[in-house]
C-alpha cells in the first residue's frame, strides 16, 4: 500500500445546488444536512462553492435579502478543485497557500466525486502514522 490519497479520506457525499437556488432555500439545505458548505452548479458543471462565511460575510454583513438573493451571485470562485489520486500533502499545501478549507474532488470528466475538508485532513493525521 502506498502514501494515502485524497480518494482514501475525502467525504463521498457532496451536497450541491444550482446557480439560480435562492440562498434562503441553500441556507434551509446546509442546516437541514448539518454541512458548512454546498458546491454550486452552473450549467451541471462546478463552478463554485457557498460557505457559512461566504453568508456571514457577503450576506448577513450587508443585510442582503436571503429570499431574493441567488446563491450564484455570492459563491466563493474561482473553484479550487483537485484529482482523486492527489497527494494528502499536496492538497494541505494548497489549502494552506490559498487559504481554503475545501476542496472539491473531480474525475478526469470534471464530475464531482467528494470534497476533501480540513476535518478530513485531521482525520487523515490521526489515522495514518507516517509523515507524507
Same mark, same amino acid.
Given at each position: 500500500? !502506498?502514501? *494515502?490519497?485524497?480518494?482514501? +479520506?475525502?467525504? #463521498?457525499? +457532496? +451536497?450541491?445546488?444550482?446557480f439560480e437556488e435562492s440562498?434562503? $432555500?441553500?441556507c434551509k439545505v446546509m442546516g437541514e444536512k448539518h @454541512?458548512?458548505? +454546498?458546491?454550486?452548479?452552473?450549467?451541471? #458543471? *462546478?463552478? !463554485?462553492i457557498f460557505t457559512e462565511r461566504d453568508l456571514l460575510s457577503k450576506i @448577513?454583513?450587508? $443585510?442582503?435579502?436571503?429570499?431574493? %438573493? #441567488?446563491?450564484?451571485?455570492y459563491m466563493s470562485q474561482p473553484l479550487v478543485t483537485v484529482k482523486p489520486g492527489t497527494s494528502l500533502r499536496e492538497a494541505a499545501r494548497i489549502? %494552506?497557500?490559498?487559504?481554503?478549507?475545501?476542496? *472539491?474532488?473531480v474525475d478526469e470528466n470534471g464530475k464531482i466525486v467528494g470534497i476533501f475538508t480540513s476535518a478530513d485532513l485531521s482525520a487523515a493525521? %490521526?489515522?495514518?502514522?507516517l509523515s507524507f
Open positions: 500500500m !502506498g502514501y *494515502p490519497t485524497v480518494k482514501d +479520506v475525502m467525504t #463521498k457525499n +457532496v +451536497v450541491t445546488v444550482s440562498v434562503e $432555500n441553500v @454541512i458548512g458548505s +454546498v458546491v454550486v452548479l452552473r450549467e451541471g #458543471k *462546478p463552478a !463554485g @448577513i454583513l450587508k $443585510n442582503v435579502d436571503l429570499k431574493k %438573493a #441567488k446563491v450564484g451571485e489549502m %494552506a497557500q490559498l487559504h481554503v478549507r475545501r476542496l *472539491p474532488v493525521l %490521526a489515522k495514518y502514522t
